[in-house]
């Protein structure tokens, strides 16, 4: 049941409240079911009022049981009635003589926001909507004073009068036409297609890891892909507002995290979708999704929330204050990591009143707090590292978008595919790479491979199908040069080379834009943005295939690479070619040394790569990882064919390639995390150098294990052990032999290990060996891991394996 029904049958607005002695403006928060507003303009000393809708509303001293559900994720109100002055201080109501002495029955407090049943018995708006919420069957709610049952029934049409009702209906109209239709990577109505036809379900739980991960988001994919186990808990997007079996009360703010491209705005759009046509969450009366691009675009105007929804949406240009307050609204605040908005939740600026005007961000934070529309959902999805701007102690459920299990992979590819023989081609080579496999996880890596896959198994250009992601990466590319090109300048067929250097300008510009801001950790860039790297506008709308233009509201735009990843290659396709064109300031400005530094010479391929890979290990977050991993793979003469045009010439005989690869196995990674250091195993892969690989797998076949194994041998051990299929649930430490700094490396491997006693995963280790405690005694972990005797020195430290 609702709080807008409950409300419907037995709540009548108070119309008393004209007796309050004090200026009507001042007692604006009960009057929000009049009819006509109030203009405070004509008020007598209505300047005296400006903080008035700024009053920190006072803590509830009655029975929790009865305001859990409204006050489940607020922080603890200020109770402002004690401090000396306080009915004369600027930023706060004044509290008329009526209101002090008329008391809300169930909190025993001054009542705010005062409503009356049909038996004339008045309380806090939200007090009797939290009891009613927690008193069973409609028929049983009745006055929690005197028990007199409701005289009408409790349904919406009493709340809504046929004007608002209308309007309600055109909003779902609206929403419904926005959201039927998406894009793919590519921007244009050619290349629109239905939601409902391609939308594959994703896998979502609730809750996320605990752990600080400092890995690339397409490196967390690999573990995460692992972790999944009983302990996960399955979420429909649908269902993320309904409370578990074994929950109790409501969830008033859900925060979804997931790393980019794996389907959070997708989820959101089917969301909306499903709520605009009549099938999901009917409950909820209003609808509004806000992306945080299109908020920043008025990140520093004034606004109300009223205001601000019509600036939005004006469809609902017409709904009232009053009117706003007795829907249950949902506010949908997509993409968090993309803010340029500055949150603070420790402002002590409170906005309680839907016609106060403040800054978007203080908006934005009593909405999420609960001071402002109190009884509103909120719905915020965000990238990880960017999640941490809420407090948890706003938030009642976290849950996280993992993508696309293996079974949905193949869906989609079955779904987005012209026939059963392509789509079963592309999913059999998919999983003949157990690195493209997982990657794809995120929808939009499935995009980028269907892509490349579809174009080089139905075109006489096939070639060696790709493994790595640079040699995807590279495919993709020419891929949507090719097609801009037959779209915009047809003409005769022109090799690969010719065609990257008749686009070189452009797409350096490009890559100067992704790397610039791949460097600042920015992915959203506006037209001054473009401008700055001597982009236009027009130039960037001819290759949406890679780059996206987005119109929003004041006829301004927001532009986007199609995944993060794709900024990532781009960048480091600019940085190459700054190396090979010897653009000493670019080089300097990245390595902050001079380029005749030892260490940092243009003049040896295999000394610029050493540097970018030390530069990528210094990053707190590993936000060059992936860039740096395509930079190795770039040095390949197989994807120079590809890209020769664009990369231009270096040198990469035989011999600096094996420098390249000797200067990766020989790095010094002391200070680096284990998880870090696997991302030296990722380049060797990109530079297809599989003697490791092969090593380790002669190392483990081999019943002699007495070889002591090296600092690189290791970081591949983990990386084929994380890689694997099989669930781990036995590792034998004691048959490895290697240094300190070895068993180090082997800690992500480990994290992996599945109890068989719990079925769970332990993941309790960081960058440094944790010791035993009491709490968690040797012998039984060595039990419950399956792990050996000898084993146990590995968790102390103490001893050499």
Not at 113 to 122: A, E, L, M
Not at 152 to 166: A, M, W
Not at 543 to 551: A, C, M, P, T
């Amino acid at each position: 049941m609702t709080e807008v029904q409950q409300m419907s049958g037995c709540v009548e607005e108070d119309e008393d409240r004209a007796e309050s002695p004090g200026p009507s403006g001042l007692s604006v928060k009960s009057d929000q079911s009049m009819g006509k507003p109030i203009t405070f303009s004509h008020e007598p000393g209505a300047s005296e009022t400006k903080g008035q809708n700024q009053r920190q509303r006072a803590e509830s001293p009655g029975p929790s049981g009865l305001s859990v559900k409204s006050d489940r994720s607020m922080r603890p109100p200020i109770n402002f009635s004690h401090e000396p002055g306080a009915s004369e201080t600027k930023d706060q109501f004044a509290v008329s003589v009526d209101e002090q002495t008329s008391r809300c029955p169930l909190c025993q407090d001054v009542l705010k926001d005062p409503v009356s049943t049909s038996c004339g018995h008045r309380f806090c708006r939200r007090c009797i909507s939290s009891y009613w919420d927690q008193s069973g069957p409609p028929g049983d709610s009745c006055c929690p004073q005197c028990g007199q049952r409701p005289r009408t029934g409790r349904g919406p049409q009493s709340i809504f009068d046929v004007g608002l009702q209308k309007v309600l209906d055109e909003h779902k109209i609206s929403l419904r036409s926005r959201f039927e239709h998406v894009t793919e990577g590519t921007e244009g109505t050619g290349s629109r297609t239905l939601l409902n036809r391609i939308f594959t379900e994703l896998y979502i739980t609730e809750g996320q890891s605990e752990e600080v991960n400092t890995q690339h988001e397409v490196m967390q994919l690999e573990t995460t892909s692992k972790k999944k186990t009983v302990q996960d808990t399955p979420i429909k997007c649908c269902d993320i507002f309904k409370a578990l079996p074994d929950q109790q009360g409501s969830i008033r703010v859900v925060l979804t995290n997931g790393v980019a491209g794996v389907g959070k705005t997708f989820s959101v759009q089917k969301f909306a979708l499903d709520w605009a046509e009549g099938l999901e969450n009917q409950d909820v009366n209003l609808l509004i999704v806000l992306s945080f691009r299109e908020l920043n675009l008025i990140r520093d105007q004034q606004h109300s929330l009223l205001t601000l929804l019509h600036v939005f949406y004006p469809t609902l240009e017409k709904v009232r204050a009053e009117e706003l307050a007795v829907c249950k609204p949902l506010f949908i605040f997509d993409g968090l990591d993309e803010s340029r908005l500055s949150l603070d939740f420790s402002s002590r600026t409170l906005v309680s009143d839907v016609t106060h005007t403040s800054s978007v961000n203080v908006l934005l934070t009593n909405l999420i707090q609960g001071n402002l529309l109190p009884l509103a959902l909120v719905w915020i999805t965000s990238r990880p590292a960017a999640a941490n701007q809420i407090p948890p102690t706003c938030v009642a459920r976290v849950t996280e978008v993992r993508g696309f299990t293996d079974d949905q992979k193949d869906e989609y590819f079955r779904k987005r595919s012209r026939s059963e023989d392509l789509s079963s081609r592309i999913i059999s080579h998919i999983k003949t790479s157990r690195s493209l496999h997982i990657m794809c996880q995120v929808p939009v890596f499935c995009w980028i491979s269907a892509t490349v896959l579809e174009h080089m198994l139905t075109t006489e250009q096939r070639g060696e199908l790709p493994k790595t992601l640079t040699d995807l990466y590279s495919h993709f590319l020419l891929v949507q040069t090719k097609r801009k090109k037959n779209k915009y300048d047809k003409g005769r067929e022109t090799s690969p080379q010719e065609l990257m250097k008749a686009d070189s300008d452009f797409l350096l510009k490009l890559g100067r834009l992704a790397f610039e801001h791949l460097q600042k950790g920015d992915i959203m860039f506006y037209q001054e943005d473009l401008e700055r790297c001597g982009l236009s506008v027009t130039e960037a709308s001819v290759y949406s295939g890679i780059f996206r233009r987005e119109s929003v509201i004041f006829q301004k735009s927001v532009y986007c690479f199609v995944h993060l990843s794709v900024q990532e290659f781009l960048a480091a396709v600019y940085m190459f070619h700054c190396f090979t064109n010897r653009k000493t300031e670019v080089l300097q400005d990245f390595f902050k040394k001079k380029v005749d530094d030892d260490d940092v010479g243009c003049t040896s391929l295999d000394v610029f790569l050493n540097a970018a890979m030390k530069k990528s290990l210094q990053s707190e977050n590993g936000h060059l990882d992936l860039f740096v991993r395509f930079l190795h793979g770039l040095c390949l003469e197989s994807n120079h064919r590809l890209l020769g045009g664009l990369l231009g010439q270096t040198q990469n005989s035989p011999e600096i390639i094996q420098r390249v690869i000797e200067n990766l196995k020989k790095m010094n990674t002391r200070n680096i995390s284990p998880d870090r250091s696997i991302n030296i195993f990722h380049c060797l892969t990109e530079m297809n150098e599989q003697s490791v690989h092969q090593e380790i797998q002669e190392f483990m076949k081999s019943k002699n294990r007495g070889q002591r194994l090296s600092v690189i041998h290791c970081s591949a051990l983990a990386y084929m052990l994380q890689m694997s299929e099989e669930v781990l649930d036995e590792l034998d430490l004691s048959k490895y032999r290697t240094s300190y700094q070895g068993k180090q490396r082997l800690i992500p491997a480990v994290e992996l290990l599945q109890f068989d006693r719990d079925q769970l995963f332990f993941s309790g280790l960081s960058s440094e060996v944790q010791p035993l405690t009491p709490e968690r005694p040797g012998p039984e972990l060595e039990q419950a891991a399956g792990f050996r005797s000898e084993a146990a020195v590995f968790w102390t430290g103490e001893s050499t394996l």
